[in-house]
């Protein structure tokens, strides 16, 4: 087990109703003016937004509203952030959303503590060592922003996706209520199932040391998402399993599960960040299509984790059948596991593989990943 | 899943060699004037003492000694802890030591910053609203104190032994580094793991409300502490199992497991605390003597999740079979599983149950843990 530090000091509000203490989770950190990130104005219409701004009202605190943010989030959109926060005085960052809107929520709070350009912060020419108060209010559960120091973010100019990560990114108070979820549509289900486990394996399959309590903790996300999604695949409306879901979320990627463990990286995020960039996928879909395509090539590095998944995940005996077991579950569910299912034909591999190629520097792993390896795997994925 | 609030600030520094940036932690927090709680001297001629009192030194700290606090550790104790804090005019407490030890400390912690009698913070008459800051170095993994906010203290006057709980008492770093725990002895090894152990199945076996992901990680606790038990009853030596018997430890009782569940309660801790505060009883040889026995008498009302756990933690099919499994085990490793053996008698049960019923009130369940039903579950353990 590797020398670690743990410390998370993110405060979630998890449940039905919990949103309405918005206003006085703010106002007791003394917070008078907030900007309010959100995506679409369909958020207006069903009455979140009316819960949230009266519960900041009745605490006497003034609402800058900045909505618009898309999946995928991007940096010229957190540039326009900044220019409103700065403007408009605001004290903290409220974000109400998935992780796209928090993690632009997190950049602009960062960026407003920044004179120069934002995108500094992701290429590493500037750090990160302060940033406005963050809030966040859940409406999908995926990423684990919302109890992590990360975000990211895609640079449209550039064609890069890249993330940060800070103390200072830290959410204050998330609120994760499951019922603000239920209105996700099946393809944003499946998709986040696959991000959610996608978070779990990266670390489980590639850290050079992964104590056997760690992988348990991973193995009990990843069996709650798989049986959860199916739940909720049947029944929607099921509160129960859309809070273990959320909650398995949370826990993928708040620093739980890696405590201990060393030499990992994030291979399957380092390639999927190069579909967002390059052809906007949603994020989880192009991980779906990664992750078996990685495995495959990968596996016959670390075959004792490989069997250990998929007899504790799938109940099968090899690890070729553990990731054949996961392909099949994915097919099931609906998330796709080609590249042709996301309309990416060979002609584009060539441009996947260089822009991949710059995350894997940027996610220092490009002795391993270079451009050979890149063209395998997602040949692979065709 | 039931609502609820997750947030544990603590800083969990674990490895090897972190106590040498104690100093460190303190200093960055603007320390100047720290008590050291310990308990016997055996710890300034094993090193560890001349280390943390170095580290501080260097960062110009001042150190106020506080030793001689023993196992069960008492009030009394801490009223003279509470009384040196305040002459010496100290602005923080340090505890070096397990479980006892840091106990101590945060209630002396907040005991002076309260100006009535300490007890009255464990009686109810007053509450604890803020406290001095609390650091530890962890000697021995059991209590999960160093990443929550109870403490657990004996009045040897009265003979209760009662909790306190406050987010104020959270440490604000907590140093687990495994090598200083090589040296515990043997049986308290095996206590350790049967305390783990009962942290980890109260609510998983109470709970009205256990989420299966919860109860999944329940048993990744289980299963490490039994497993790496084993291993370190072989070779004490063995680094990995120690770090993840720790880290299991912490886990167990750092509000991770009962996130989601309801209607929990500590029977177990209720009625061992009577003989711990009668018999000065180790805490862990008592718990793993009440287990098998309150599991005996509770086990119909939870079939399922009996079931459950004989066949996650011990591969057998029936409640009946993981009782008598736990039970075997506990035997094997060498913590007792019968009043007999911890010296108790017949004639001493009813002074047992009269006490145990006291703290069944203070733990909200003398409705249940009536004096007969007491009766009948230590007899049974005799």
Redesign the interface.
Known sequence: ??????????????????EQLIGQHLAERGIKRVMLCYGSERFKREGLFDTVSNSLTEKGIELVEFGGIVSNPLISKVRDGIASARANKVEAILAVGGGSVLDSAKTIAAGVSYEGDVWDLFTGKAGITSALPIFSIMTLAATGSEMNLFAVVTNEDSKEKLFIGAPALYPKVSIVN?ELMRGVPRDYLVYSAADVIAHSIEAYFTATVH???QS??V???I??VI?TTETLLDDPSD??AR??FA??ATLALNG?TI??CAGFSYPNHAIEHSLSALFNVPHGAGLSVIMPAWMKWYQSRNPAQFKRFADSVFGVATPEQGISALETWFNKIGTPTRLSQLGIKEADLPAIVENAYINARTFGIADTYNLDVLSTILGSAL
Do not use: C, D, H
Not at 1 to 18: D, R
């Open positions: 087990m590797e020398n670690f530090t743990f410390f998370n000091p993110t405060q979630i509000e998890f449940g039905a109703g919990k499951p104590p056997k309590l348990r903790l193995e009990s996300v069996n709650t049986e509160y129960n809070a273990q909650w398995a739980l405590a201990g």
